[in-house]
């Protein structure tokens, strides 16, 4: 971002659909019927009356709330936190994520960082992150090339996990299968059940911990 360049800019939608983009500029640019308060804190966004499409420097932290207007962050963004009831919520690319959701679906694509999503109904899907802190009631959660610790839960949806490298893993749910993919070579602890006091081996790489009430649980090195 250029010298001046805004780097938070927060958005309160309603019920109207949000495009964020952040691309190589050094403003804000807003389009739609709202009204726009920039500040050397950055750009605040609130009023909204339709459909709205907001560009910002590439690296910006965004955040932004909608009741259920669907949200597409696409570009580079630094750390991109959402708050929405039933709109779908896709984030293509930011240094960390942070979503919370009644029952929208959530898809993510790369995350630098840290991702963290909760939603009551809607499916989740990362393409890309560090660590991960995911959970939802019913809807699947699916983690791809993950990077770091990894943290699932979901009480009937099914759960699926690929590390990058060798990481511990707790994932847990009632009815849902879980499957849990891990690097070639990798020598995983895994515990048999919460009473397990055993200590994890020298050898270990990792401790995958896994639990489901009725679902099958599958984790295997590829």
């Known amino acids: 971002m250029s010298d001046g360049a805004p780097t938070t800019v927060r958005i309160a939608a309603g019920s109207h659909r949000v495009e964020v983009r952040g691309a190589a500029r050094g403003d804000v640019s807003v389009k739609g019927d709202a009204r726009v308060d920039r500040s050397v804190l950055g750009v605040t966004i609130d009023e909204v009356r339709g459909r709205l499409k907001v560009t910002v420097p590439a690296g910006a932290d965004v955040l932004v709330g909608t009741s259920s207007g669907r949200i597409e962050i696409v570009g580079r963004v630094g750390h991109a936190a959402v708050v929405s009831e039933t709109g779908r919520v896709e984030v293509e690319r930011a240094s960390s994520v942070d979503i919370r959701t009644e029952t929208s679906a959530v898809e993510v694509g790369e995350v630098g960082g840290a991702c963290r999503v909760r939603s009551k109904s809607g499916r989740v899907e990362v393409a890309r992150c560090g ?16 990077d770091g610790v990894v943290d699932a839960h979901s009480v009937s949806g099914r759960i699926e996990l690929s590390l990058e490298h060798p990481h511990d893993v707790r994932a847990e749910t009632l009815t849902g299968r879980i499957e849990v993919s891990l690097p070639r070579g990798t020598v995983a602890f895994q515990p048999d059940g919460p009473e397990d006091r055993r200590l994890r081996p020298p050898d270990a790489s990792c401790t995958v911990s896994t639990r489901s009430e009725t679902g099958k649980v599958v984790v295997a090195t590829r």
């Open 131 to 146: 660590a991960a802190d995911v959970a939802s009631e019913t809807g699947r959660v699916e983690l791809r090339h993950v």
